[in-house]
């Protein structure tokens, strides 16, 4: 049997009216289109003025718990643009349920969607390439495009915050370093970053412990 997911912390909304009109995306012209462009910006704006009025320090220090209730809240609406799916199990192998299917007692189904992709720890993700790989295939791809859609929209709110922050302000322009104080600036702080986002979408070739290492043998050379 398929592993029985947790309890979701998300709205399940997928098939409803708003749901579907928010996939639809439509626009009866170019004014239309301008008018909803200018809502989602202004919703933004809020937000971030919100963020930086609730959390001390944002968007440059933020609380782990206040960016995982925004993820969630990104989550819930990635689970509307990208719907569950209902998948039959064939032999060990996942195809997208027909009619038939869903008409068969016999035939096992299983809805794989963000609650589901997400009901896995880290440790029991891991286990899943090992013991049923075709269902890991499918949860990794939902957990890969869902982070990557909740760390651009997280940026997008950082983004607006710090404009925000700068408004009126003079800026300076900062001399472009150079090449060796942009190598030491990615091991310091992107590649670490980099590290840690992939590990936590279950990317396998993660290593924390081989990078650090790589990166201790990596200066050394580079220093002598």
């Known amino acids: 049997m398929a592993n029985t997911p947790k309890k979701p912390t998300m709205a399940q909304t997928s098939n409803t009216p708003v749901a579907d009109a928010i996939r639809t995306n439509s626009f009866a012209s170019f004014k239309d289109g301008a008018f909803q462009q200018a809502g989602a910006d202004s919703t933004l704006e809020a937000f971030a003025r919100y963020a930086i009025e609730k959390c001390a320090g944002f968007p440059k220090d933020i609380p782990t718990e206040v960016k995982d209730e925004a993820y969630e809240g990104y989550r819930m609406r990635f689970d509307l643009l990208v719907p569950k799916k209902t998948y039959a199990v064939i ?23 963000v609650a589901y992709a997400y009901s896995y720890t880290s440790q029991e993700f891991g286990k899943l390439a090992q013991n049923r790989p075709a269902l890991h295939g499918l949860v990794k791809m939902i957990r890969e495009k869902c982070a990557t859609y909740c760390s651009n929209r997280f940026t997008d709110l950082k983004r607006r915050a710090n404009m925000i922050l ?6 300076n322009r900062t001399a472009n370093k150079n090449f060796s104080e942009f190598v030491e600036e990615w091991f310091k702080t992107t590649a670490p970053d980099r590290v840690k986002s992939a590990g936590a979408r279950g990317d396998s070739t993660a290593n924390t412990k081989k990078f650090n290492e790589a990166k201790v043998a990596f200066m050394v050379k580079w220093n002598a």
Request: net charge negative.
């Open 166 to 171: 700068n408004e009126g302000k003079e800026r």
């Open 91 to 113: 032999d060990g192998h996942y195809v997208r349920a027909t009619e038939e299917h869903m008409m068969a007692p016999n035939v096992e189904k299983i809805e794989i969607g």
